[in-house]
T-cell receptor, first 110, second 114 residues
Framework: DQQVKQNSPSLSVQEGRISILNCDYTNSMFDYFLWYKKYPAEGPTFLISISSIKDKNEDGRFTVFLNKSAKHLSLHIVPSQPGDSAVYFC?????????FGKGTRLHILP | DARVTQTPRHKVTEMGQEVTMRCQPILGHNTVFWYRQTMMQGLELLAYFRNRAPLDDSGMPKDRFSAEMPDATLATLKIQPSEPRDSAVYFC????????????FGSGTRLTVV
């Protein structure tokens, strides 16, 4: 039973436009939500996190939005750049144990 | 630049053989995780440790997998006997007490069991 779901396996976005990656979760006890980015042949790298008591967190071009009533979060990347092409994992923590979704592959088109 | 070191980077072995994967967490990090990445399941949590004590290994097939931390600088994941379905990339990650700061992942061990 997947507690963290990323329903879009892939997404293509024009360079300079906004990329929006979505994630749904089922467990209302999660205390933090995180996004990781992964390039081929490398481990995932931490991007940004948000506490379950917040609804928005921003860091440079990256903003994460949390909608607790819908059990939904999203990552916005503005503007999208070629180096953003990677697999993005949504994750949630429960007492510091991190559970990941299956990932969304983002392609930034020239 | 602090990093999590995993060895070997690649391993090809025959079915039935023992496989040992090693991880050196970042110095000072007291939480260590083992994850497995497959196409079908994404990143699955296998086990994790805090201060070298196992906290949760419910994601691990108990009959063939074992995870240990003999000391603070080494975590091991063993598979005995290995099976073709164990073929995957295995990641180790380390961090402090709080998940919101993110954990640092190693580059992974790509295991192929033939």
């Amino acid at each position: 039973d997947q507690q963290v779901k990323q329903n879009s396996p892939s997404l293509s976005v024009q360079e300079g436009r906004i990329s929006i990656l979505n994630c749904d979760y089922t467990n209302s006890m999660f205390d933090y939500f995180l996004w990781y980015k992964k390039y081929p042949a490398e481990g995932p790298t931490f991007l940004i996190s948000i506490s379950s008591i917040k609804d928005k967190n921003e860091d440079g071009r990256f903003t994460v939005f949390l909608n607790k009533s819908a059990k939904h979060l999203s990552l916005h990347i503005v503007p999208s750049q070629p180096g953003d092409s990677a697999v993005y994992f949504c994750a949630a923590s429960l007492q510091d144990k991190i559970i990941f979704g299956k990932g969304t592959r983002l392609h930034i088109l020239p | 630049d602090a990093r999590v070191t995993q060895t070997p980077r690649h391993k090809v072995t025959e079915m039935g053989q023992e496989v040992t994967m090693r991880c050196q967490p970042i110095l000072g990090h007291n939480t260590v995780f083992w994850y497995r990445q497959t196409m079908m399941q994404g990143l699955e949590l296998l086990a994790y440790f805090r201060n070298r004590a196992p906290l949760d290994d419910s994601g691990m097939p108990k009959d063939r997998f074992s995870a240990e931390m003999p000391d603070a600088t080494l975590a091991t994941l063993k598979i005995q006997p290995s099976e073709p379905r164990d073929s995957a990339v295995y990641f180790c990650a380390s961090g402090g007490d709080r998940a919101n700061y993110g954990y640092t992942f190693g580059s992974g061990t790509r295991l192929t069991v033939v």
